[in-house]
């Protein structure tokens, strides 16, 4: 009886030798044939072949539009570009790329950092608080608008904010515009917004629109180009009290902003414009917001438009 014993399971062993041997010679088969299923060479094989690798067609995903706004110069224009930043916020259109040109770098700069209409408008009443007793372009207004910028900006640089931003800034030594895109953030907007400032580096915001061209944000990435002018050519000032900014960066006429190419312009109606008062940020941002709605559709129509020309 033992001895029929030792040989069952002698027999047996055996058996499951040549099994395992077939089995392993199988999947090499197949591994070399190039076959779906997947050979451990380990004792787990026994069990079976892996299971079957899923090779389903990747589907190419469709891309959005790169959209740039340009936020102009001037303290009342920049301040209204708020409004149109909560216009897009509230219909969650991104914005993929911000210029900005003397108060417009300081808008775009916020609003890169806290990518947030109403963080910024928070930020910029605590400014105009400072600012109210202030002339503008006097010292201590400098000196108000450099301990604001270091507030926000010590230690930043543009390339590590959390949208790409883009300060332009006119040499004029060597006659031309860079499209400043690196460096430290405190000392760009100086550049921009401090009187003296700009001397000691021999730099300028360019505040006229010919410097500035559609062609060159498109070269840096953008596909659809944006440029805000909810105040239009001229505006008036019906009286002056609470805050007074006063105009010192010159109106922008059309006939510039035609020279510079932008394909969409966010504008008003009208040519000209009433402000019942200069000082109240939050006039100048109804104001934007409120032009920003009658440009949406189109805006919409363009975004569109660039999707069905640019995905298969």
Known sequence: MFKYFLLCLLSLSLFSCSVLKKRKALNSEVNNAGGIFISTDGED?????????????VV?????????LVCPPGLLRAVSCLGVLKGMEREHKKVNMLVGVEFGALIS???????????????LFSLGQELKDEK????????????????HFEGSRLEQLGIPLILPLYSKQQEQ??????????????????????????VFPPMELEFLSEEEMTNRGADIVVYIDVLGEKFNLKWHSGLIWGIYSGFISRSSLE???????????????AIDDAGKIVELINLGEKIYKTSSIELEQKLNLWKEENNP
């Open 109 to 123: 700069a916020l609003y890169s950092k806290y990518k947030k209409a109403s963080v910024v408008e928070w930020h």
């Open 259 to 273: 020279k510079t190419g932008f394909s969409f312009v966010i504008k008003p109606a009208t040519e000209s414009i």
């Open 45 to 57: 094989d026994i069990y079976g072949p892996a299971a079957p690798i899923d090779h389903e067609e």
């Open 136 to 151: 503008a372009r006097s010292k201590n207004w400098d000196k108000k608008i450099k301990k604001f910028i270091l507030k």
């Open 177 to 202: 515009v860079f499209y400043v895109k690196k460096g430290d953030v405190v000392t760009i907007l100086n550049s921009h917004l401090v009187s003296d400032f700009p001397d000691k580096l021999n």
């Open 60 to 68: 190419p995903t469709k891309r959005e539009p790169l959209v740039s």
